[in-house]
């Protein structure tokens, strides 16, 4: 997952410097990814975060390094997963982590059963592993069922 912020200095983006990243796992406060951000250009700096994991919590820091203190630092808390759906404006620094969870739901198998608790199910990326799942009942609060014709089930696209 890509995290792309910028930074400025008196309302103006910066060029040039080489800000410093350093993602920690909430549960443990462990440092699970740090490096240098690559200049995209504009003032746009990015980092290929490739350990992320949807289901876990991260505070991320972003350090200008040599700007000053008001627009040194850029950070974001993610929530759970759980909450980034309930609450998708996950926007903070102008980074954004919506879109690895929004490839996931439009792409990834999903089914909905008979019944009327917790019965439509996202899986992550392995098909298998439940990544979200929703309690889904008809109009009149009664539970799901399933016909020959209804469309309940798809795989993973490509």
């Given amino acids: 997952m890509w995290i792309t912020t910028s930074f400025q200095s ?4 910066v060029s040039g410097l080489s800000p410093t990243i ?7 406060g462990s440092v699970v990814a740090s ?14 975060f490739t350990g992320y994991d949807i289901t876990r919590e991260y505070v991320i820091l972003c350090d ?3 700007l000053s203190d008001l627009n040194r630092y850029k950070s974001l ?16 620094d102008n980074i954004d982590f919506r879109a690895g969870l929004v490839k996931k739901i ?8 008979d019944g009327d608790t917790g019965n439509f199910v996202i899986y992550d990326d392995d098909g298998t592993t439940p990544l979200v799942s929703w309690d889904v009942t008809d109009v009149l609060d ?9 469309t309940s089930k798809r795989s993973r696209g490509a």
């Fill in 10 to 13: 008196e309302n103006v983006t």
């Fill in 22 to 28: 350093r993602i920690r796992d909430v549960s443990d």
């Fill in 35 to 48: 490096g240098i951000m690559s200049e995209l250009g504009e003032g746009f700096y990015t980092h290929d």
């Fill in 64 to 66: 200008a390094v040599i």
């Fill in 77 to 92: 808390t993610t929530g759970e997963y759980g909450d980034i759906i309930n609450n998708i404006g996950l926007v903070s």
């Fill in 106 to 113: 439009w792409q990834n198998k999903l089914e909905l059963f």
């Fill in 142 to 150: 009664t539970a799901i069922e399933q016909e020959a014709f209804n």
